[in-house]
């Protein structure tokens, strides 16, 4: 079973973020209307961790769909697909590469005005490569797939290594609204 736990807390500041310091000409009135409008209400990030066990592919799918159309998210069905299918290659290269030295796994998701990002953190040193195309063998291409699907829709992945000395494969693709 997931948790998903929003990070940073409410959007809501106390005294509207104004703080004691000076305040412009025009009055409180001029400052709260130049104030920047409030971020879209899916706008967040959300983390949940789970065991690096074949179980937790499905259920890190299904908890990754099932926030996203809860928040109302403005993502077009075939981003919502290849958002899905990235996450499921991420949990499931860590289940099979990384669970012998991490037996836990951490799925972040990052949601823009603009933009959807999707990681998958353990805590295995070893930095993974993408494969190009070997006819020969069967599986490998995990990485490939989630490298193409960012790329047809106009994103980026990537994998970085963590202060703990794990690493981060992360994929962010462009929030299209539907019309």
């Given at each position: 079973m997931v948790t998903i736990e929003r990070e940073g807390g409410d959007w809501a500041m106390d005294n509207?973020?104004?703080?004691?310091?000076?305040?412009?000409?025009?009055?409180?009135?001029?400052?709260?209307?130049?104030?920047?409008?409030?971020?879209?209400?899916?706008e967040g990030v959300w983390r949940f961790t789970a065991p690096a066990v074949d179980a937790s592919v499905p259920q890190a799918r299904h908890a990754v769909r099932d926030l996203l159309r809860r928040q109302g998210v403005p993502a077009s069905d075939d981003l919502v697909h290849g958002?899905?299918?990235?996450?499921?290659?991420?949990?499931?290269?860590?289940?099979?590469?990384?669970?012998?030295?991490?037996?836990?796994?951490?799925?972040?998701?990052?949601?823009?005005?603009?933009?959807?990002?999707?990681?998958?953190?353990?805590?295995?040193?070893?930095?993974?490569?993408?494969?190009?195309t070997d006819h020969a063998r069967t599986g490998g291409r995990g990485l490939l797939l989630v490298r193409e699907i960012a790329r047809e829709a106009g994103g980026v992945c990537d994998v970085e290594h963590t202060a703990s000395?794990?690493?981060?494969?992360?994929?962010?693709l462009p929030l299209k609204p539907v019309l």
């Amino acid at each position: 079973m997931v948790t998903i736990e929003r990070e940073g807390g409410d959007w809501a500041m106390d005294n509207h973020g104004r703080g004691d310091g000076p305040r412009p000409a025009g009055g409180a009135e001029a400052y709260l209307d130049a104030r920047p409008p409030d971020p879209p209400p899916y706008e967040g990030v959300w983390r949940f961790t789970a065991p690096a066990v074949d179980a937790s592919v499905p259920q890190a799918r299904h908890a990754v769909r099932d926030l996203l159309r809860r928040q109302g998210v403005p993502a077009s069905d075939d981003l919502v697909h290849g958002l899905l299918l990235i996450v499921s290659e991420l949990v499931t290269n860590a289940v099979r590469h990384a669970a012998v030295l991490s037996p836990m796994l951490a799925v972040e998701v990052a949601v823009g005005a603009e933009w959807l990002r999707v990681s998958v953190e353990d805590n295995h040193p070893y930095r993974p490569t993408a494969l190009e195309t070997d006819h020969a063998r069967t599986g490998g291409r995990g990485l490939l797939l989630v490298r193409e699907i960012a790329r047809e829709a106009g994103g980026v992945c990537d994998v970085e290594h963590t202060a703990s000395g794990g690493k981060v494969i992360w994929a962010a693709l462009p929030l299209k609204p539907v019309l």
